[in-house]
């Protein structure tokens, strides 16, 4: 995405926070700390694992290097998360504070205070236990932005069961896959979920997934829209009758530092989503140090984190992070601009947001609406802004911060990935600011931008972004396949015993950081995370198409579109009307995130002699870039 971006004219430009900023900053000294943290990591986080988080029982070793990469953190340590966000707090004044405020699309308000949200999470997880779920076992959870997700996530936590958020935007054969991956017997969904003022039919998908998932034996359905669902008797429950008349009392259980707290399912180079696992204790400590040291929360903040909790921003930054800092939050139900472009703007000012924390995509189609809809809003309450998902371009970067911060609020460029759970290379807000440019590895990450063989690239060199020390909040493994995990993330530079990212990027003279893009086959379309190999797959599973390669080619608005290729069957015509059956088939497939905007029909593709598609010749091909080296294309 960094493509047409000058690079140098952005560099020079330095935003210094004001004193204001630095003198309320949780972390003024954080750049000294920095350099400490560098020197000894493993000191950094036990002192913020004791700061900021209860232990049921403490842990005796920080980190257990032994069995790397499948490293260990806070070893011996117990603790629950829930006891974290929800449990502590109800036994002081936070009990009475506002944790979530939700508007719904239709502006109905909610208003949930810590004992809310604990009694709420309490009768859930009976629920749960009701349903026959026990430590360890799996619940997947398919709903829309509705303050029942992290209710159900948080009550899956407290007794011991590990969650699967699956982003309510993906198909009926995506959430199969991944309902199937985890064995989960239990899924939590919605009879529908609201959507520029459409309704988007969870609950029949649920349906036609379960066909082909009969590991399913449990449905809880909350009821949303209102709309008629096909039911069957014994196997479906509404949640507001399993939730009625049921004890809010429900003890949390203790869990091993390293037991698992969640799954979440990314996009890799294979068809096969990757369960990226992560665990109670480390995971805790990432998220609350750094959402702490970088958003500054203070008790008074009211935060915005725009993100889906579908994702892994929304798992730590919307769900876990804010609630284990004690923190405020909105959460928005619909769509960005719907039904006015400036619901955004108005939910800011309504609300008194502080904080806000969104992604570039969305920036990009704010401005492309015209300035003159955040102008309409002063806005006075916000002092930080954030950013994630994909390189923020400088005049989108500038964009932000003069319409929406009023040039008065940094801008936090947090780059992290859903392997990472946490920021990685982010500023704070006492550190100097370059548009585009993430800054520095937040304290104690050791990361580097590095040749083929290790060497550590010069000032503006591009190269592969590696974390050389592992760090709390890393996946643990890959759900079910511990050797994808470590041929993923660790043979790349397994003799370093470095965590390879899957991004290119480069350094500047300065020491910042500027990401590229991914160097595998990821595509980052609108934030999302998508895997090329995803998309071929639902277009060779159509009886028409003999084979098929994607790209993502650079995108004004969405960062990348999705272009694909087809080679179809003998005998079959590409025409207007099999182009629109793939796109259906593959919105169908995978989801509507991964339509392929452009479609040609091809007689060949270029492959290696081993019989690879050559991507990346097809994507010089679409950009008129130079082809490079062609010596291993097959004759
Ligand atoms: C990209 C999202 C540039 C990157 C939290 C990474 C970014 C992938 C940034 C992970 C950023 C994320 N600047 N690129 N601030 N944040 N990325 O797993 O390519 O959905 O590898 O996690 O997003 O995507 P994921």
């Not at 398919?142 to 969650?163: C, F, Q, S, W």
């Not at 990314?266 to 109670?280: D, E, N, V």
Request: proline fraction near 6%; charge should be negative; glycine fraction near 8%.
């Amino acid at each position: 995405m960094t493509e047409g971006i000058d690079l140098a004219a952005a560099k020079s430009e330095f935003y210094h926070p004001s004193p204001r900023v630095v003198a309320n900053a949780y972390a003024p000294d954080y750049l000294a700390l920095r350099e400490q943290a560098a020197n000894d990591p493993v000191a950094f986080w036990d002192a913020r694992a004791k700061e900021l988080i209860d232990w049921y029982e403490p842990y005796t070793q920080v980190l257990d290097q032994s069995g790397a990469p499948f490293f260990k953190w806070f070893v011996g340590g117990k603790t629950n998360v829930v006891h974290n966000a929800l449990d502590r707090h109800v036994q002081g004044w936070r009990k009475n504070k506002v944790a979530l405020i939700w508007e719904a699309e239709d502006g109905e308000v909610r208003t949930y205070s810590y004992y809310d949200l604990w009694r709420e999470v309490n009768q859930f997880a009976n629920v749960l236990k009701g349903l026959g779920v026990a430590k360890g076992d799996t619940v997947t959870i398919y709903m829309g932005r509705v303050p029942e997700l992290p209710i159900a996530m948080l009550a899956t936590a407290k007794i011991g069961a590990i969650h699967s958020v699956v982003y309510g935007g993906f198909s009926e054969q995506a959430l199969a896959d991944r309902i199937n991956d985890a064995q989960s017997r239990v899924v939590v969904t919605c009879d529908g979920a609201w959507l520029r003022g459409k309704t988007v039919n969870l609950k029949e998908i649920t349906d036609e997934a379960l066909t082909k998932a009969p590991v399913v034996e449990q449905v809880v359905v909350l009821k949303r829209t209102g709309q008629d669902v096909a039911w069957v008797e014994g196997r479906d429950h509404w949640w507001h009758d399993l939730t009625h008349d049921i004890s809010a009392e429900c003890p949390t259980e203790p869990m091993d530092a390293e037991d698992p707290l969640f799954i979440l399912y990314t996009s890799g180079s294979t068809g096969k989503p990757k369960g990226q696992l992560h665990t109670c204790g480390g995971y805790q400590v990432h998220i609350a140090t750094t959402l702490q040291y970088v958003f500054d929360l203070k008790e008074d903040d009211r935060y915005w984190c725009a993100a889906d909790p579908g994702w892994i921003t929304g798992h730590s930054y919307i769900v876990y992070g804010p609630l284990i800092l004690g923190a405020t939050s909105l959460m928005y139900e619909g769509a960005p601009g719907y039904p006015n472009p400036d619901r955004w703007w108005a939910l800011v000012e309504k609300f008194g947001v502080t904080v806000l924390y969104t992604a570039p995509t969305a920036i990009r189609g704010f401005m492309r609406l015209g300035e003159s809809w955040p102008d309409k809003h002063p806005m006075q309450s916000l002092r930080l802004l954030g950013s994630v998902g994909e390189p923020i371009n400088p005049e989108a970067w500038r964009w932000y911060y003069t319409h929406v911060g009023k040039e008065q609020c940094p801008i936090m460029d947090t780059w992290w990935q859903t392997e990472t759970g946490g920021f990685m290379i982010t500023p704070t807000p006492v550190v100097p600011l370059k548009p585009g440019s993430g800054t520095l590895p937040f304290a104690g990450i050791l990361a580097d931008v590095v040749r083929e063989d290790g060497s550590s690239a010069d000032a503006n060199e591009d190269g592969y972004l590696v974390i050389k020390h592992p760090w709390p909040g890393m996946t643990r493994t890959i759900w079910g396949d511990p050797d994808r995990f470590k041929q993923t993330y660790w043979a790349d530079f397994a003799q370093q015993g470095w965590y390879f990212t899957g991004d290119s990027a480069r350094r500047d003279e300065d020491g910042y950081f500027w990401i590229i893009g991914r160097m595998d086959d990821v595509i980052k379309v609108s934030g999302y995370r998508l895997g090329t190999a995803e998309i071929e797959s639902a277009l060779v599973s159509h009886p028409k198409v003999a084979e098929a390669a994607v790209i993502g080619v650079p995108d004004e608005l969405r960062g990348n579109a999705i272009y694909a290729f087809c080679i179809l069957r003998a005998g079959v015509e590409g025409n207007d009307a099999l182009m629109n059956e793939l796109k259906q088939h593959v919105r169908h497939e995978v989801g509507p995130i991964a339509v392929p905007q452009q479609l040609d029909f091809v007689a060949t593709l270029p492959k290696t002699r081993s019989g690879k598609i050559m991507r990346r010749l097809l994507k010089a091909q679409v950009t008129g870039q130079p082809l490079g080296d062609t010596s291993t294309l097959e004759a």
